[in-house]
């Protein structure tokens, strides 16, 4: 008979945590939220030794404190979940830091194996850590690992199986402090076990106490469903009173330093530096590339330089795949010419016209721009931008770490909605969701280089780019004066630089295109129908008429674009594609052809933006965000054509 286990993986998001995930689990994951909460949850199963293992992700966090949605969701699945085994992964190569997680997760008297993790990198920075004597001095399995390249993971799995198992002694370390904050834990914790033993039979007793000693609110808030919880709180707070009058800090500043102590005597006594330190090409690349004067032209010559290769290698992969399928339409209409010319052009135009059109328009451009943001992720150049970025993201009310939602947004606008959960108040996701909608993702890519880069000449579409970001700026400074608040400072670990791994940027590239594929193709092929169904019918004109006064008095456009821009809002690459099957895009005007990009790229990407912004935001946020988003595309699209005219003339 199989047995089961249930094994959770915590540590921050640049430990290679989601590599081991990867790595444990394969292909064979699901992704959802954790209930009542806007917080990602991956889950993978997998079978091992006889025992089917399923793996729970844990949100990427630094500590299991109560400052954000993603800390309380961990430490909640596992003090009240109670899974069999916790994979603690670790950065050998930053292990001081990171054993900060790893005390607090044995103050919940969890049973722990600590994934030792990028101990390559740490050797090549002349680090290597004492894997038996941590072993020793934390109470716990240690087992080294090189998740990039699996290495590690069959003896971590052995481990973890042992452990559940009872094979292996489980006598981790009780964390103790200085002896003023520790004669007030145990007060606390005595206080707690005879007044709470409801809320003792879920949370440890000690784990309570340190908890309410650090004034956690939302411990406090959960003992004011039990009996006694007033008094529990006031004798907490009486504790913490006069340990702050001792010190003369606040309490969570006094255990947070404590346990960096303990966490520094550790790392010290495990460390061996096994030759002089001297600074790697990572570094000084690192310094080069935060430097505050020279990171900047970097950071630009980066975002040219990505949009130029996404040019160049999508105008010949797009004219590679016309020579390719140039006559395909023809040899279909050709071969159904024996049945009714309308189902002939149903097939031709509408199935297979919509098939080669996100072929030859769409996919193009996408996958180039799908390699390269893989690259930058896996390189970890992304974060040292973000770094650069945060006296700019402070004029919008948001921090450096906005600008990595922005990133994303070139890739995708719903897992740019999402990345906003980043950002550590509701005011600041607000920000930061309305900003990411505006900046150009892949699809809108699609029609800025597929046309105006195409037709127009990249410079143009570069402008556009620029011009884009001066009014997301623009804008998210608008609503930084608006909404009320203040901007918090920037918290964020740098990960080392590292060479891209050419298996995990194959692997994200593809999800993605297949995600792509998947979603949008359909999309485009029953557009395509409903497209062609229009023409044939005739009902197209009087949907051209209606919106006549908007997309040709006030956008100068085709009457026949309307229709595009309408069913853009199901994928934005679908707005080009109709287009291009309605009329020849050469018989637009250069002018056209940038109003007709400006609007696409600001009015709501698409279906599935909003609703991941209706599932992070909720009805009203979402509503406002979608209004002001279509408002401003058809104001700035109207003032771009009058401006334009004059300038061209």
């Known amino acids: 008979m199989t047995r089961q286990l249930r094994v959770a993986l ?67 699945y596992i003090a009240v979940e109670k899974p069999d085994v916790i994979i603690n992964v670790v950065d050998a190569s930053a292990l001081e830091r990171n054993l900060y997680l790893t005390l607090q997760l044995l103050e919940l008297e969890a ?23 941590l072993s020793e001095m934390l109470g716990i399995p240690v087992v080294p690992t090189i998740a990039i390249t699996g290495s590690g993971i069959n003896e971590l799995l052995t481990t973890v199986v042992a452990l559940a198992s009872g094979e292996i002694k489980f006598n981790p370390l009780k964390i103790r402090f200085g002896a003023e904050i520790e004669e007030r834990v145990q007060k606390i914790q005595k206080f707690v076990k005879k007044k709470l033993p409801r809320m003792c039979a879920v949370y ?38 006069e340990l702050e009058k001792m010190h003369g800090e606040p309490s969570p500043v006094i255990l947070a330093s404590e346990r960096y102590s303990i966490a520094s005597k550790i790392a010290k006594e495990v460390t061996i530096l096994e030759t002089p330190p001297r600074i790697s090409l990572e570094q000084k690349l690192d310094t080069i590339t935060t430097h505050n004067v020279l990171g900047y032209p970097i950071l630009i010559g980066v975002i040219l330089a990505m949009f130029s290769l996404i040019f160049v290698g999508g105008s010949f992969l797009s004219s590679f795949l016309e020579s390719i399928l140039s006559d395909i339409l023809l040899y279909i209409e050709v071969s159904l010419a024996f ?42 150049y992304l974060p040292r931008a973000a770094f650069l970025m945060d006296n700019l993201m402070h004029k919008m009310g948001l921090h450096g770490k906005a600008f990595i939602p922005l990133v994303l947004g070139y890739g995708c606008s719903v897992s740019a909605c999402i990345g906003c959960r980043i950002m550590e108040t509701e005011r600041e996701r607000l920000i930061a969701a309305f900003v990411v909608t505006l900046i150009p993702c892949a699809a809108r890519t699609v029609i800025i280089l597929g046309l105006v880069g195409k ?160 599932r992070e935001l909720g009805l009203k946020k979402a509503i406002a965000i979608t209004f002001v988003d279509v408002a401003v ?13 004059l300038v061209i003339a």
């Open 204 to 241: 440890p007793a000690r784990w309570i106490a340190i908890k309410l000693l650090e004034r956690d609110e939302d411990i406090a808030n959960k003992l004011k469903s039990h009996e006694n919880w007033a008094e529990v709180l006031k004798y907490a707070e009486k504790q913490a009173a």
């Open 633 to 645: 595309a058809l104001l700035v699209g109207g003032l771009a054509y009058r401006i334009l005219l």
């Open 455 to 614: 037709y127009v000449g990249l410079h143009a579409a570069l402008a556009l780019y620029i011009f884009d970001l001066a009014l997301v700026f623009f804008l998210g400074r608008i609503a930084f004066k608006v909404l009320p608040g203040e901007p918090v400072g920037l918290i964020m670990e740098m990960p080392p630089y590292k060479k891209p791994s050419l298996k995990v940027v194959l692997t994200k590239t593809w999800n993605r295109i297949k995600d792509f594929v998947y979603i949008a193709f359909p999309i485009i092929i029953a557009g395509s129908l409903i497209i062609t169904a229009l023409n044939i019918t005739g009902f197209i004109d009087y949907a051209t008429k209606a919106a006549k006064p908007i997309i040709s008095g006030w956008l100068g456009l085709p009457e026949e674009a309307g229709v595009p821009l309408i069913f853009g809002i199901l994928r934005k690459e679908l707005a080009l594609i109709l287009l291009s099957e309605i009329l020849p895009l050469e018989t637009l005007s250069a002018v056209q052809m940038i109003v007709f990009a400006v609007v696409a790229m600001l009015y709501i990407p698409c279906v599935a933006t909003v609703a991941a912004l209706l």
């Open 339 to 380: 049945l009714p010319q309308e189902i002939v052009k149903l097939v031709a135009n509408g199935v297979f016209g919509g098939i080669i059109a996100g072929i030859t328009i769409a996919l193009p451009y996408i996958l180039p721009f799908y390699i390269i943001l893989a690259l930058l992720e896996d390189s970890g």
């Open 111 to 133: 049973p722990i194996v600590m994934a030792l993790n990028q101990v390559d990198f740490a050797a090549k920075k002349g680090i290597r850590i004492n894997v038996d004597k």
């Open 10 to 76: 915590a540590g921050n998001a640049n430990v290679g945590k989601s590599v081991i995930f990867n790595q444990l689990t394969g292909l064979n994951q699901i992704v959802g939220n954790w209930p009542g909460k806007t917080v990602e949850r991956a889950e993978g199963t997998l079978h091992f030794k006889g025992y089917t293992i399923r793996v729970i992700d844990l949100p990427g966090i630094y500590s299991l404190s109560a400052f954000s949605i993603e800390e309380i969701v961990s430490r909640e």
